[in-house]
């Protein structure tokens, strides 16, 4: 997720630096580019999601068929009616509680990391944001000095 932040911040550093350099305007442009990386932060986000959400699914497929064997095993071993039988059913009724646990708890970490990894993509667009603003302020700043400069110049010249 650091590399992300770091690739946004890197990439709204490249604009203004590119927008500082043409002398260009750059209002369309840094805003044509902040609006593509929050579109590409939000499919990143929902990519995360999506993944982690397949996941949990999986999960739970694995260990509904684990459960599922289990039962059969426990009714399998019920139908021998031996006191061993029973002890060993008890024991997979048991196993099947913990497995279902664990499966929730597999769901639970999913949508927590999804959630994670949504609230950092928030963040690392509104740094995104707070650069881009810092860049056309700067860029700003460095035509007004630059046009203050050839005034100047030609003042003396004339």
């Given at each position: 997720m650091?590399?992300?932040?770091v690739l946004i911040v890197i990439a709204a550093l490249a604009v203004g630096a590119?927008?500082?350099f043409t002398g260009s305007e750059?209002?369309?442009?840094?805003d044509g580019a902040m609006d593509k990386m929050s579109e590409a932060a939000g499919d990143a986000v929902d990519?995360?999601?999506d993944a982690g959400s397949a996941a949990a699914d999986m999960a739970g497929d694995a260990v509904d068929g684990a459960k599922d064997m289990a039962g059969d095993a426990v009714d399998a071993a019920k139908d021998a009616g031996s006191a061993a039988a029973d002890m060993a059913g008890d024991a997979v009724d048991g196993a099947k509680d913990?497995?279902?646990d664990a499966v929730?708890?597999?769901?639970?970490a999913g949508s927590a990391a999804a959630d994670m990894a949504g609230d950092a993509m928030d963040s690392a667009k509104e740094m995104a944001g707070d650069t881009v603003d810092a860049a056309k302020e700067a860029a700003g700043d460095a035509a007004d000095d630059a046009k203050a400069k050839?005034?100047?110049m030609a003042k003396d010249a004339g």
């Open positions: 650091k590399n992300i932040l590119y927008v500082f750059g209002g369309d442009t840094l990519a995360a999601k913990m497995a279902g929730d708890a597999a769901k639970d050839a005034d100047e």
